[in-house]
């Protein structure tokens, strides 16, 4: 089955700083990678995800690239916020059916 | 936005009960709903997945006696923690997959349960 691993676990940064956050899948099956923000409490909202016919997806502040070759992923955040500070999961499936999430990042944004 | 909902948001109760949390799909229909686990400090765990009208397709370790699902509409699916014990307390989260182009194509996360068990 697909395994995601997510790195680093814990990532400090000041406020208007990049954050890059990497994830790896092991299943070539899987054409789906979703990122999560997750704040204390609560269930994880999607903030972008990407399709495997794409390489590059931009939303604003937030960017998501992939390489299937390698099979990585990575989710990159411009101009930092302190309410960027959360817990971030990445994730990957075959379709849109069971995610596989990675492990999280605790990213906290200093002001 | 598709939204989903998830009740109770917190619930305690006692060594031997049993718990009945809820997830709807407000503003849309889902024919596939997704319940996953999570520990403090760990990643989401999924449990089973629940399609409209039909049983629920459950994870390697996690027991379907247990752990009942029913997802007997397009906008509700229920997880019923039977006779929950200590270690059975955890947050649980629901997710949706509705059936129209526009909520296909995601997965929609409720709020959550954080289920305390004495």
């Known amino acids: 089955g697909e395994n995601v691993e997510q790195h680093p676990s814990t990532l400090s940064v000041q406020e208007g700083d990049s954050a890059v956050i990497k994830c790896t899948y092991s299943d070539s099956a899987s054409n789906y990678f979703p990122w999560y923000k997750q704040e204390l409490g609560k269930g994880p909202q999607l903030i972008i995800d990407i399709r495997s016919n794409v390489g590059e997806k931009k939303d604003q502040r937030i960017a998501v690239t992939l390489n299937k070759t390698a099979k990585h992923f990575s989710l990159h955040i411009t101009e930092t916020q302190p309410e960027d500070s959360a817990v971030y999961f990445c994730?990957?499936?075959?379709?849109?059916?069971?995610?596989?999430f990675g492990t999280g990042t605790r990213l906290l944004v200093s002001p | 936005g598709a939204v989903v909902s998830q009740h109770p948001s917190r619930v305690i109760c006692k060594s031997g009960t049993s718990v009945k949390i809820e997830c709807r799909s407000l503003d849309f229909q889902a024919t596939t709903m997704f319940w996953y686990r999570q520990f403090p400090k760990q990643s989401l765990m999924l449990m089973a997945t629940s399609n409209e009208g039909s049983k629920a397709t459950y994870e390697q370790g996690v027991e379907k006696d247990k752990f009942l699902i029913n997802h007997a509409s397009l906008t509700l699916s229920t997880l019923t923690v039977t006779s929950a014990h200590p270690e059975d307390s955890s947050f649980y989260i629901c997710?949706?997959?509705?059936?129209?182009?526009?909520?296909?194509?995601?997965?929609?996360f409720g709020s959550g349960t954080q289920l305390s068990v004495l």
């Open positions: 997710s949706a997959r509705g059936t129209d182009p526009a909520t296909n194509e995601k997965l929609f």
């Open positions: 994730a990957a499936s075959e379709g849109f059916q069971k995610l596989v």
